[in-house]
């Protein structure tokens, strides 16, 4: 038995992690339910707008030449009401954000490798070093301008007298590898003082610069003597660029110079770099090197960067990728407004909503350069919401009946689109239940309800929750007697009928319901008199249909005896004496019209008058 146990341990172990590491189907634990982009079928049901999908790289990127574009997703449908709970993507740097301080080691695509890091100016309004070993600036005549880089604000200096000096800690104390990177503006490429324009300088050991006539270098100083490195590429004044050198004793002391990501120049010096006991200085060495413009983001490392690292560096900076959100009423989203999402993964805070949509903004400083959209994943929950409450569509409420039966029509929706199972209820009883689709009418004929006042109602459920009871409605039947059918004795296949009357085989017919009238104890005083009034007009109608037909009927019997006087008159030979036979027969036929005629007339004169109380009539 232990046996069997570890092994199912195991096996569920084994699928967890095949699940975690991507393998098998999509995933994810963060949610009640996700919708994913993650490959060009799925990115290709959005819409593309100066982007394009890289199918050989696996992303999103700008279509060459564009430095802004944008990328619409399809509509997602959650099937019903939904809580929108996070929207996160993965990208190919974390475009626009600040090197990470506290010497991260950083994870993810391009994400800065800080081991090593011992010294990081954001220079956002303080010259504190965010690198945790301590070295903050100290600034001289140096101050800040909020038009930066990255962050809130970047360094400015005068070219005249500015600099930070950043002490002379032992962590600074580097020279077997380093590596140096910083967001730099000068004002012009050949500075307006004549001199070289410094970036970094630690006492006699190294000085990295932009010289007088605009090449990025880096300097060595060996006792009376110096040893250099330059590009032949110039630092462009008046815009951002990104400079940055690594060094390597290791690696016959060998200098990388890079301008914008780009490896510009490399080169070897004669010799090791000194240890030195001497302060390290941001925008001067202390002889009118001053540097003039704007500086971000400084970062040094006591190891030497790949070129990889360099590039993710600058990419961070130049390229920007922004997404919005939106929640929709429709499944063309359209009208609804796009709200920003930050980061690389963010919670939303959008309407709870059927539809989602996602817009991925793409700019870049630098046409050989793009952002780098891998998926997408949208985090949500649908909500368990109730059918609406039934809507009574017929028949209206105080409404009559001639008939023993009523058809009942109500309508109900679910939020999530799911099946719903209607429940009628006739005078409190459950009397039929039936399951359809959301929307759609649910129609229940209810048989034999009953002389008398009946209500009706109705619930609806969709397996999960269930709606509040519909409103109730009240019917009142008011006869079950079988129906009398009134015939004129004229063929109206000739001469017609009159209003009302339908010709069947022939006849002219129509059909009257009789029967008593019962009310409900709250109705008004006016509502029981019309409702009597009303039958009493349809019983009278009914009554002169029937003493109508009935003097049709006297009048050809009345035309039948003359023929049958005038045919005895004829066998008697007309000799104007009536045979006691033909009398017999004479008073047989006065009789009887004369009697149909009459129990009409009473009929109608038993109407009785209308009784002001409660009950029939």
């Known amino acids: 038995m232990k046996r069997a146990t570890w092994s199912s341990v195991t096996v569920f172990l084994l699928l967890l992690a095949f699940l975690s590491a991507g393998w098998g189907p999509e995933f994810e634990f963060t949610g009640f339910a996700v919708f994913r982009d993650s490959g060009q079928a799925d990115f290709d049901s959005g819409a593309y707008n100066n982007t394009a999908y890289n199918a050989t790289e696996g992303f999103i990127q700008l279509c060459p030449g564009n430095l802004s574009g944008t990328y619409t997703s399809r ?34 695509n391009c994400a800065a490798n800080m081991t090593g890091n011992v010294l990081l100016l954001h220079m956002n309004g303080n010259w504190s070093d965010a690198s945790g070993t301590g070295n903050n600036g100290t600034a001289v005549e140096a101050s800040f301008s909020a038009s930066s880089k990255l962050g809130s604000h970047a360094g400015l200096f005068d070219g005249e007298n500015d600099y930070v000096d950043c002490g002379s800690g032992n962590t600074l104390d580097i020279c077997q590898t380093l590596s140096i990177g910083a967001w730099v503006k000068p004002e012009t490429t050949a500075p307006s003082h004549g001199y070289h324009s410094t970036i970094v300088n630690h006492g006699n050991s190294y000085w990295f610069l932009i010289l007088k006539t605009g090449e990025l270098s880096f300097l060595r100083f060996k006792d009376s003597s110096y040893d250099l490195v330059s590009t032949d590429a110039i630092v462009p004044g008046g815009e951002w660029s990104h400079v940055a050198v690594s060094y390597d004793s290791g690696s016959a002391n060998e200098v990388r110079l890079y301008i914008n990501g780009e490896l510009s120049k490399s080169g070897s010096l004669d010799g090791p770099m000194d240890s030195v006991d001497s302060i ?164 229940y004929n209810w048989t ?142 006065i009789w009887t019209s004369f009697s149909i005629g009459y129990r009409l007339k009473e009929a109608l004169d038993r109407k009785k008058p209308i009784n002001t109380s409660k009950g029939k009539i």
């Open 75 to 108: 509509v997602f449908d959650a099937g019903g009401e939904a809580s929108w709970n996070s929207l996160s993507w993965v990208r190919g740097a974390p475009y626009g954000s600040e090197l990470p301080g506290g010497q991260a080691a950083g994870s993810g």
């Open 280 to 443: 390290l200085s941001v925008g001067d060495r202390g002889n009118l090197h001053y540097f003039n413009g704007s500086m971000d983001e400084l970062a040094l490392w006591n190891r030497s960067l790949g070129a990889d690292e360099v590039l993710c560096i600058y990419e961070r900076g130049t390229l920007r990728l922004d997404m919005s959100a939106r929640s929709c009423n429709d499944s063309a989203c359209s009208g609804e407004a796009w709200g920003n999402v930050n980061g690389s993964s963010a919670t939303l805070s959008v309407p709870e909503r059927r539809y989602f949509q996602y817009m991925a903004v793409f700019g870049s400083d630098d046409t050989e350069h793009s952002p780098e959209l891998c998926n997408v994943t949208v985090d949500y929950a649908l909500n368990a919401n109730a059918p609406s409450t039934p809507v009574m569509n017929s028949p209206g409420n105080n409404t009559f009946r001639e008939q023993d039966w009523i058809v009942l029509n109500a309508t109900s929706t679910d939020p999530n689109g799911d099946d719903i199972t209607y429940s009628f209820y006739g005078d409190g009883e459950l009397i039929n239940t039936t399951t359809l689709p959301s929307g759609s009418d649910a129609i």
């Open 448 to 589: 034999g309800p009953g002389l008398g006042v009946h209500n009706w109602s109705v619930k609806a459920g969709d397996g999960v929750l269930e709606s509040g009871m519909s409103e109730t409605r009240y019917i009142t039947v008011y006869t079950t007697e079988s129906p009398e059918t009134v015939y004129i004795p004229q063929d109206c296949n000739e001469l017609g009928c009159p209003e009302g009357y339908a010709c069947e085989s022939g006849v002219c017919t129509k059909t009257f319901y009789g029967g008593a009238v019962v009310y409900r104890e709250n109705e008004t005083e006016i509502n029981r008199l019309e409702s009597r009034v009303a039958w009493l007009e349809n019983m009278n109608e009914y009554l002169q249909e029937k003493l109508h037909v009935a003097e049709q009927r006297k009048s050809m019997q009345l035309q039948e005896l003359q023929r049958t006087i005038d045919y005895i008159k004829l066998q008697e030979g007309n000799v104007g004496i009536i045979s006691p036979f033909g009398v017999v027969i004479i008073v047989i036929l």
